[in-house]
């Protein structure tokens, strides 16, 4: 036993492409997760623009909880994108999941004081280009 089983990637049927939109989504995971983990603000200043108050502390505390799940998202995703291809609609999935209720959030919810950092932006197109790769990953690839 080990912490890896053995590749799975054979026995993926669906578009060749969609494991690379999912590497992609991982690195793109990955990278927001590092920076609200180890950036000093965490983002929440120098990217968001946040008026973090005199609340500074949590905001930067809250955005360094953020990245750290963002992290353990992204090395599975990334994992399933190198590995275990046969998961890719799974990893799509979540992703929209997660991206989805990021934009309910952020837009359905609204924002109370009506700021929209980057992110928010971002996140409905996930949605959409995650659902055209999930059913590009769910068609069996004629190759």
């Not at 026995?11 to 997760?33: C, E, M, N, Q, R």
């Not at 890719?88 to 990021?102: A, D, F, I, N, S």
């Amino acid at each position: 036993m080990s912490l890896f089983p053995p590749s799975s990637n054979a026995d993926y049927a669906g578009a060749k492409i969609s494991p690379i939109f999912l590497l992609l989504t991982a690195v793109l995971t990955l990278v927001p997760g590092l920076i609200h983990s180890f950036l000093p603000d965490g983002g929440a200043g120098v990217i968001a623009h946040l008026d973090m108050g005199d609340r500074r502390d949590l905001v930067i505390r809250v955005f360094r909880w953020e990245g750290s799940t963002q992290i353990a998202l992204g090395l599975g995703l990334l994992a399933i994108a190198l590995r275990y291809q046969p998961l890719t609609p799974l990893g799509l999935t979540l992703v929209m999941v997660e991206r989805g209720l990021m934009t309910l959030q952020a837009w359905g919810l609204g924002s109370p004081d009506g700021h929209h950092p980057p992110e928010h932006f971002a996140s409905p197109v996930a949605v959409i280009l995650c659902a055209v790769f999930l059913w590009l990953s769910l068609k069996t690839s004629k190759a």
